[in-house]
């Protein structure tokens, strides 16, 4: 065989194992890369198609401005919420000690209920906390005390915040479970003896380990909060002024009657989840490294 | 050493009631149609409506479409990154987790934009080029959930020692491919497969928008409208999620025993 | 009275008893190894003197203080662990240091101990290195040097070079011999490799099924074991059943062939079966005369291991096997011919219980 015969079928070889690959990249790039782009780009043109920064400037009109925060504050609420409660529910399932079955069962509720979001959640917590809810009428009923006249209301900023902890606290659960069984006993054991309490262990060896995993998951349930329409949309309508759903209405009708302003909200939404994302990713690698 | 377990069970216990009473909540409202008894009039009414047998039936079809779809995309390229392009792996693990990273939102609005009648391939012009167009956006959801699941079961087997065997007996691609790989990540193609039936079946943003008769948005549809059937539809949606969690489980534990007595 | 102090020392999980009446009293400086195979209880005893199990039953004293019921962080005592159990977010310096600074020591205290426990270690230039930067073999080291940081009074060492290889194991090992015998800190190694413990021990305590089987510096352990777990598990020994055919005369019988043992027929009746033991070196092909005991078998198998040649002798019941040096300018023996092999009287080691 010749060297350019070798060179040949070594090309040959190449082409054929980039062929493999080829429909999971055309359909990456029908379906994620080039509609992403699309918005992109079109947020920084006019209708005619000209380069502007008009459609940056207009996203800090006070009305979008008001529902990105809000959209913010929602997910920043229901995620640093279900990161502590779901990171005490992680510990009590796998270092509290408890019978064998909670744990288990701990995982698989949390395996559904993290999948348990959208329209159908929106009607449990409507059917529990809504102005006839079992728990309002209870409460009234039993306690003489009624909810909705301390300023309560399912509709609205705290509503939605209580409603998304019910994905928030098992996702974080489910993820921080594998996180909680990397810590080895060795290390408890080894500060133990070397004479530290079980407080200076949490502080300097446990929480500094989980720390990424921790603020990492946390970043991931806000994007998480921050990318979901479905549960506020059947919860509160367009009641509340949440970015997503601001989107969801100007698809629907052009709302803001300016199609690439409409772009320019996208492309604010993408900036965030993916800032929070991309975060979560470095976070992560950072925390495997060390638990190797 | 000897610690106090009353701060594990307190944690628990909250957890157990704030979980479980919107559930028994929800359950309870769904009986309460007719006036002064408990009845199931709300799911006679539901599982009768000619509307939920349709919407239901639609969003299952597309859930399998998309499992297929989903699965014939994936396996073939998760093989083939493990079996002869490496390098390429951080790239196709970062474009599976786009989907996590881009809000489905964000991406519909992008489909309805570039597959508009108008445009150079108008998947939104008909219904069928429609339907077409929500089993790949499901696929693209569902893209972050099976890629990890089928990749975890690659890792299992020996693809590359698989392969050769299969080529030393005289096995060409397709038959490798679809009577070797693919029975042997038949467990994890099937977790991911429940998991994006799970999704899939109450989808209500990318279903809505491209305005597709499915569950999704037929769920929405009677909240706005009826008192006690949308709590009959919550229970009947968290029994099809819990469905498709249980049989992950019990595929996945099938799996173990078998390897186990392997 | 004896710096460690382990009385009557049990443990127990549920019904199921795995550390029995454990008796040890340890020297200050003396360095002791718990051998046996696992599950023998050797590393949950070394966890009660460490306080991460609680004795069922029993007393533990350090320095003549009873530290039975103190948790392990009032305890001032050093662990190694098998898996090096580093603490991952932290430098090799902050590593040695935790201890110290757990206890609130000075910053300036804490530095230059850390600089001395790394020279001690020989890794003086790794302080500001993290865990997974490290070989297994420096990560071990670490270990040890926080462990000995805090100047404990007791060094416990559980499995510590099990998970290296083999070459790094005899390197490692020497050294911390070399450290421990520098500090003089009294150490209690936990192992299941017989040569580690044989090669490192003042004493070894070998330990089977939650029980103590024999306690005895490496010589006595090696060659004189008492029972038969012992003899089995330190070497190679060859076991052979044995009728005693005149205790008074100390005469046993192998397969009808009657030979002498000077050892360990003290209360024996005549009839008796009994087990008895032959280091495969202590046997020979060649007679050199004079008072020794000889039987005559068949050659069975011969396996060339490159500078010893070891040949297996059958008799009836019983076999033996005996290892000759190789030499070059002599064809091994062919199986089959008729051999007598001869071994000293003082060689036969008779076991204690029962031949099973």
Avoid at chain 3, 193 to 205: G, K, N, P, T, Y
Wanted: aromatic share 10%; with cysteine.
């Amino acid at each position: 065989m010749t060297a350019l015969s070798i060179a040949r079928s070594r090309l040959g070889q190449v082409s054929w194992s980039w062929l493999g690959v080829a429909p999971f990249f055309v359909f990456a790039l029908m379906f994620l890369i080039l509609p992403t782009g699309f918005l992109m780009v079109g947020a920084f043109q006019d209708a005619g198609g000209n380069f502007t920064l008009a459609n940056i400037a207009h996203l800090f009109q006070p009305s979008i401005l008001s529902a990105y925060w809000i959209s913010i504050e929602v997910s920043a609420v229901s995620a640093i919420a279900g990161a502590v409660i779901g990171f005490f529910l992680a510990y009590a399932g796998v270092l509290g000690g408890l019978p064998r079955w909670i744990r288990p069962t701990l995982m698989t509720f949390s395996g559904v209920a993290s999948n348990f979001a959208g329209v159908p959640l929106a009607f449990a917590f409507l059917a529990t906390l809504g102005r006839v809810g079992l728990v309002t009428a209870l409460l009234v009923k039993y306690f003489d005390f009624n909810l909705y006249s301390t300023g309560f209301n399912l509709l609205s900023f705290s509503g939605l915040a209580l409603t998304y902890l019910y994905f928030q606290i098992p996702l974080m659960v489910l993820i921080m479970t594998p996180a909680l069984d990397g810590l080895k006993r060795d290390w408890r054991e080894a500060a133990s003896i070397l004479g530290a309490s079980s407080w200076q262990y949490w502080r300097h060896v446990a929480l500094p380990v989980l720390w990424p995993s921790l603020l990492g998951t946390t970043l991931l349930l806000f994007a998480n909060a921050f990318g979901a329409v479905a549960t506020a949309y059947a919860l509160t309508g367009s009641s509340l002024n949440i970015v997503t759903i601001l989107l969801y209405a100007q698809i629907r009708g052009d709302v803001l009657h300016d199609e690439n302003l409409g772009y320019a909200l996208a492309l604010g939404m993408i900036l965030i989840t993916g800032l929070s994302n991309l975060a979560y990713i470095w976070l992560r690698t950072r925390s495997e490294k060390w638990l190797r | 050493m000897k610690r106090s377990k009353l701060g594990p069970w307190l944690a628990i216990v909250i957890g157990a009631i704030y979980f479980l009473v919107p559930l028994i909540g929800t359950f309870e409202f769904s009986l309460r149609m007719r006036r002064g008894e408990y009845s199931f009039d709300a799911y006679r009414i539901v599982l009768g409506d000619p509307q939920f047998q349709a919407t239901f039936a639609y969003s299952t079809c597309l859930a399998l479409a998309t499992i297929l779809v989903g699965a014939l995309l994936v396996v073939p390229t998760a093989y083939w990154i493990r079996l002869r392009l490496p390098g390429l792996r951080p790239v196709v693990e970062f474009i599976t987790l786009l989907p996590l990273v881009i809000p489905a939102i964000v991406l519909v609005f992008g489909y309805l934009r570039i597959y508009n009648s108008s445009s150079w391939l108008p998947l939104t012009a008909s219904d069928r080029a429609t339907d077409l167009l929500l089993t790949f956006s499901y696929v693209t959801l569902a893209l972050p959930y099976m890629y990890r699941a089928v990749d975890t079961g690659l890792r299992a087997i020996d693809v590359r020692t698989l392969t050769e065997a299969a080529e030393s007996l005289g096995a060409g691609w397709p038959t490798i491919l679809f009577r070797v790989i693919f029975p042997n990540v038949r467990v994890a193609v099937l977790s991911g497969a429940f998991l994006t039936f799970a999704i899939v079946i109450g989808e209500f943003t990318m279903a809505s928008l491209l305005d597709r008769p499915a569950f999704g948005p037929y769920l929405q549809l009677i909240g706005a409208n009826r008192a006690y059937e949308p709590s009959a539809l919550a229970i009947i949606a968290f029994i099809v999620t819990w469905a498709c969690m249980g049989l992950i489980q019990v595929f996945g534990r099938g799996a173990r025993m078998a390897a186990e007595t392997r | 009275m004896a710096f460690l102090e382990i009385k009557d020392l049990r443990k127990a999980f549920g019904p199921l008893s795995v550390v029995q009446n454990f008796e040890l009293a340890v020297e200050g400086g003396e360095f002791v190894s718990f051998l046996g195979p696992s599950g023998c209880g050797k590393t949950t005893t070394l966890r009660m003197v460490a306080g991460f199990e609680q004795p069922s039953a029993g007393t533990i004293r350090i320095n003549g203080r009873d530290v039975t019921g103190l948790r392990p962080n009032q305890r001032n005592v050093g662990m190694v662990f098998q898996s090096y159990a580093l603490f991952p977010n932290m430098t090799v310096a902050e590593n040695v240091g935790f201890g110290l600074k757990v206890a609130r020591r000075p910053a300036a205290e804490i530095g230059a101990r850390v600089e001395e426990m790394l020279r001690l270690i020989k890794l003086p230039t790794l302080a500001g290195r993290y865990p997974y930067q490290l070989s297994g073999g420096q990560q071990q080291r670490v270990a040890l040097a926080r462990a000995l940081a805090i100047k404990p009074q007791v060094l416990l060492l559980d499995e510590p070079l099990s998970a290296l290889d083999a070459k790094i194991r005899v390197a490692l090992r020497e050294e911390i011999r070399s450290v421990q015998r520098k500090l003089g800190i009294t150490t209690i190694y936990v192992t299941h490799d017989q040569e580690e413990a044989l090669s490192m021990s003042d004493r070894i305590v070998v330990m089977n099924e939650g029980r103590v089987e024999q306690i005895g510096t490496p010589f006595e352990i090696y060659n004189y074991p008492r029972t038969r777990f012992v003899a089995s598990f330190v070497g190679t020994l060859n076991i052979l059943r044995a009728r005693v055919t005149d205790a008074g005369q100390r005469r046993i019988a192998i397969d009808g062939q009657e030979i002498v043992a000077r050892r360990g027929l003290d209360g024996t009746a005549s009839g008796e079966l009994r087990a008895v033991a032959l280091r495969p070196e202590a046997v020979s092909l060649s007679d050199p005369g004079g008072e020794r005991n000889r039987l005559q078998g068949t050659i069975e198998d011969v396996s060339f291991l490159g500078s010893v040649v070891r040949i297996r002798v059958r008799f009836k019941e019983n076999a033996i096997s005996l290892d000759t040096f190789n030499n070059p300018g002599l064809a091994p023996p062919e199986p089959g011919r008729e051999v007598t092999v001869t071994f000293a009287y003082d060689d036969v080691l008779v076991l204690e219980g029962e031949a099973s």
